[in-house]
């Protein structure tokens, strides 16, 4: 079975400048389009598994990867599994429930590598000090996370093999939210993602070159699914993404993206969806 990093090198040689992404800000009047073709989704995946292997990761280690809404979450996921290793992503510890959630999901998973954001994690107005809950409810193991920044990726040149998983290798593990309980986690194989894949693409015929719009956030299972991966797969069409906390502000952004991009794929956690058939 053909797995997505496969397709994606096959995208990458046949269609390198295919816009599948277009990540919009709303905060001005006009928005800003910041867009992301296949050349360049491949080029820093590869970048960021390069980094990861030169680190010392080997297959089946497991990787946290602290999610935004933008490209570097697209790299992140892509590389993670360039590299062999097992991601799982969940929203930046910002605030005091997402914390929680970030010790709990570190205390389950074990990861040794945390993906982040070097200009989110070094804001001057950050309010917790996350390094001193670590260190006093996940322990020392947390604080050896060896840490790799998706907005500063290094131009590395060492030649390596990216890694093409097995239809039964686990690559990622999804997490619950954790709203009422600490958050669990399920393993979700190769076979597990393309079987979902093209089950989303039969109800959202997202491949007669239909745009997608969309805020939700990528640590969402749909997010993820739908966002991230279904682009690649689909080939037609663009991803337009509004950042998930300008949606919440301001609900009618969705109604005039879609408008303005003429998206006719619009999912939202809230909408009816398939039951998906994980064998």
């Known amino acids: 079975m053909k797995g997505i990093i496969d397709i994606l090198r096959e995208r990458v ?3 390198p400048t295919e ?18 073709t296949t050349k360049m989704l491949f ?9 990861l292997l030169a680190k010392g990761a080997k297959k089946g280690d497991r990787v946290v990867i602290l999610s935004l809404q933008d490209p570097g979450t697209l790299y992140a996921v892509y590389g993670a599994m360039m590299a062999g290793t ?11 429930g997402k914390v929680q959630r970030f010790i709990s999901v570190v205390k389950s998973c074990k990861p040794k590598f945390l993906i982040s954001n070097f200009a989110l994690e ?12 670590l260190a006093r409810e996940a322990l020392l193991p947390a604080l050896g996370l060896k840490r790799i920044y998706t907005d500063r990726l290094p131009n590395r040149t060492d030649p390596f093999s990216i890694h093409s998983a097995a239809p039964g290798d686990v690559i990622y593990l999804q997490y619950t939210s954790g ?3 600490d958050p669990k986690g399920v393993m979700v194989t190769m076979k597990n993602l393309m079987t979902n894949i093209a089950q989303v693409m039969d109800v959202y015929d997202f491949s007669t070159g239909n745009n997608l719009g969309m805020w939700i956030p990528f ?8 966002g991230i991966y279904l682009p690649v797969m689909a080939l037609e069409g663009t991803a337009y993404f509004l950042p998930t906390l300008q949606f919440l502000q301001k609900p009618t952004l969705w109604l005039k993206l879609s408008a303005n991009t003429k998206s006719t794929s619009r999912p939202g956690p809230t909408a009816h969806m398939p039951s998906f058939n994980t064998s």
């Open 13 to 15: 040689k046949d269609y």
């Open 122 to 133: 070094h804001a001057q107005h950050a309010k917790i000090d996350v390094k001193k809950r």
């Open 19 to 36: 816009k599948f992404y277009n990540f919009l800000d709303y905060s001005t009047e006009q928005p800003i389009g910041h867009e992301i």
């Open 86 to 96: 097992l991601f799982t992503i969940i929203p930046p510890p910002i605030d005091e």
């Open 219 to 226: 640590f969402h299972n749909l997010g993820l699914l739908i």
């Open 43 to 51: 080029d820093n995946a590869k970048a960021l598994a390069g980094e």
């Open 179 to 181: 709203s009422t309980s």
